[in-house]
């Protein structure tokens, strides 16, 4: 058992503001008793939780540069903007070739700038089914995962805002599940697509048995179409960066927050990793290793990919891999980047016969400008939304499905989603005109993948394999998925007055063969991978960390981030990564009696 310090390779130089830093020199000190690498969605609230006790000191390494003055993070109908690959806010990752998916390589994107993926990602907050936390308790073996006992943390981690454009939200969403004090703002679309929102709800009055309402998917149980809820407060995104660190927070005495600080390994004292020891001191400006020490813990909050990348490059994960690359091996911990569990999502779109879709402020340029400008006067408009879509819908394969032959039911009981159904009121492929679209994911996935190390350069892209629908079976089930989103589209609320027009590619003429070979060859990441350091029970033979997320095997380093999560939930995983990282900050708080 060894207690860990840090390397970091700190890159430019600038000018302190706050308690936020941008260059090495600036900081006050390289010792503090809790170091956590990663100011994404969940270091950014266990830093703010940790320093609400003024006897601890806290430093946050976040490899990106600061969330302040970017529009495109701040402005919701901009999201594209921060997320996109080759924008400086993304990690410009790729994945390897997707051989289940007919193939593509697919660009992955993650944040990286302060608030990490909460600062970039589509605003989606949707908690999953009570049925995910659960098996996450009978699978670790700690109660404290249950549904009932991290509800508590949903609460804490949320304040319910009424949207933007204040229109009475009676009916659609259910206040007596929603925290109203939490650091998060969350609220419904604050901009009404009244057409295509009317059609969506009076298709569940006309499939009631195979689309019923459900008044909140944040319930626990999510199962039914509702309506979608954001990350969203007063017309802005809502993210770890805007809610945990405040101004008022930063200005903590115990807490700094160093912005360009990507983290290459972690050391111990006598233990030689490549070209320095623990004792190496700033090399030069602009390239420099120096050592962040931590006297009590270091906490990963690195996210799935970038976690996994840092445990690698230390030393800390499957021997074999490592002493392949020359790296020496300081604990053969196997599962370590491996058991990613990832959402494929496909899409399906119509013209429709209204100019009442999102096409209206995106291919007209005077529009645009109009709702951009109505956003910077009053905060309101088309803009306070992202794209995403106004409903959800969260849907099971039939219990008799023969899919349960090719494979056990994946999903963790008869309460909790196979598919996520988002309903949009725009197209996908850039063309001229209007349209209306539903993405159907699998959310239940049998197929893993694994994160690993390109080569022994700290600081190379790791190799990315989702292993999307590498399984049979959720290739065969999207499949399945996608039939129930044509069915969504044959209700009369859709076609009874001529509304929904020609499809843009016309899969209900397909043969089962055909539409299996188009979902294949037509299906993307939710990115939402997990898995990488999953939970597993004390003294288990696989996982990467213990219950309280404790890296088996090492004394003072710890894991708080969405990699944990042993098996991707049926949902977004922005509202469970927050309550990971509740939960974390108070498993800390617990063993340094705090």
């Known amino acids: 058992m060894f207690a860990?310090?840090?390397?970091?390779?700190?890159f430019f130089s600038g000018v302190a503001f706050c308690k936020v830093y941008e260059d090495v020199a600036d900081l006050p000190s390289l010792h503090y008793d809790f170091v956590i690498v990663g100011g994404g969605t969940a270091g950014n609230v266990v830093a703010s939780r940790l320093t609400e006790n003024s006897s601890v000191s806290v430093l946050v390494l976040e490899a990106g540069p600061t969330n302040k003055g970017v529009l495109d993070a701040q402005v919701p109908f901009l999201s594209n903007g921060v997320s996109d690959t080759g924008t400086p806010y993304s990690w410009n990752y790729t994945t390897t070739p997707q051989t289940g998916a007919d193939g593509h390589v697919f660009d992955y994107l993650r944040g990286y700038l302060l608030g990490g993926c909460s600062s970039h990602n589509?605003?989606?907050?949707?908690?999953?089914?009570?049925?995910?936390?659960?098996?996450?308790?009978?699978?670790?073996?700690?109660?404290?995962w249950s549904w009932n006992q991290?509800?508590?943390?949903?609460?804490?981690?949320?304040?319910?805002?009424?949207?933007?454009?204040n229109h009475n939200t009676q009916g659609q969403f259910n206040p007596a599940v929603h925290g109203t004090s939490g650091p998060i703002e969350v609220s419904l679309s604050g901009f009404s697509w009244t057409e295509f929102e009317r059609r969506v709800i009076q298709t569940t009055n006309e499939f009631p048995n195979e689309f019923p309402f459900n008044l909140d998917m944040n319930s626990g149980q999510p199962l039914g179409i509702g309506w979608l809820q954001y990350t969203i407060g007063h017309g802005e995104r809502s993210s770890s960066a805007t809610g945990y660190l405040t101004p008022e927070i930063l200005r903590r005495p115990n807490l700094d927050v160093l912005l360009h600080a990507q983290v290459s390994d972690m050391v111990r004292p006598g233990?030689?990793?490549?070209?320095?020891?623990?004792?190496?001191a700033i090399r030069h400006a602009g390239t420099s290793l120096f050592i962040a020490r931590a006297s009590k813990e270091i906490i990963l909050s690195a996210g799935a990919i970038g976690t996994p990348q840092i445990l690698l490059n230390s030393g800390i994960g499957d021997h074999t891999a490592l002493a392949a690359l020359g790296i020496p091996t300081v604990l053969n911990l196997p599962s370590v980047g491996k058991n990613v569990s990832e959402h494929a999502y496909t899409g399906l779109s119509w013209a429709v016969n209204s100019n009442q879709t999102v096409e209206s402020i995106t291919q007209n340029a005077t529009r645009y400008n109009e709702a951009f400008a109505e956003w910077n006067r009053s905060h309101t408009g088309p803009f306070v939304d992202p794209s995403p879509g106004t409903h959800a819908g969260w849907l099971r394969l039939n219990a008799d499905s023969p899919l349960f032959n090719v494979h056990a039911d994946p999903s963790p009981g008869p309460d909790a989603p196979h598919f996520e159904m988002l309903l949009q009121p725009f197209g996908f492929a850039g063309t001229q005109g209007h349209f209306v679209s539903f993405t159907m994911a699998m959310v239940s996935p049998v197929s893993r993948g694994s994160v690993t190390l390109s080569s022994n350069d700290p600081f190379a892209a790791p190799v990315i394999d989702l292993g999307l629908l590498s399984s049979e079976f959720d290739a065969l089930a999207l499949t399945e998925g996608v039939k129930l989103a044509l069915k969504f589209a044959t209700a009369p609320a859709w076609n009874h007055d001529?509304?929904?027009?020609?499809?843009?590619?016309?899969?209900?003429a397909m043969s089962h063969a055909e539409l299996l070979a188009h979902v294949r060859a037509n299906s993307g990441p939710g990115y939402h991978i997990v898995g990488t350091a999953g939970m597993s029970a004390r003294g288990a033979q696989y996982g990467v960390v213990d219950p309280d997320l404790k890296v088996k095997g090492i004394a003072g380093l710890r894991v708080i981030d969405a990699s944990v999560l042993p098996i991707v939930p049926g949902a977004h995983t922005q509202?469970?990564?927050?309550?990971v990282a509740e939960r974390g900050a108070d498993l800390v708080k617990q063993t340094w009696a705090l």
């Open 150 to 165: 991290i509800f508590p943390y949903f609460l804490k981690n949320e304040q319910w805002t009424a949207p933007a454009d």
């Open 4 to 10: 860990p310090a840090l390397t970091i390779l700190s």
């Open 575 to 579: 509202a469970a990564t927050y309550v």
């Open 122 to 144: 589509g605003l989606a907050y949707t908690r999953g089914a009570a049925e995910d936390f659960d098996r996450y308790a009978n699978l670790t073996g700690d109660q404290g």
């Open 271 to 280: 233990l030689v990793r490549r070209i320095h020891t623990a004792h190496t």
């Open 498 to 508: 001529g509304y929904l027009g020609a499809p843009t590619v016309d899969l209900a």
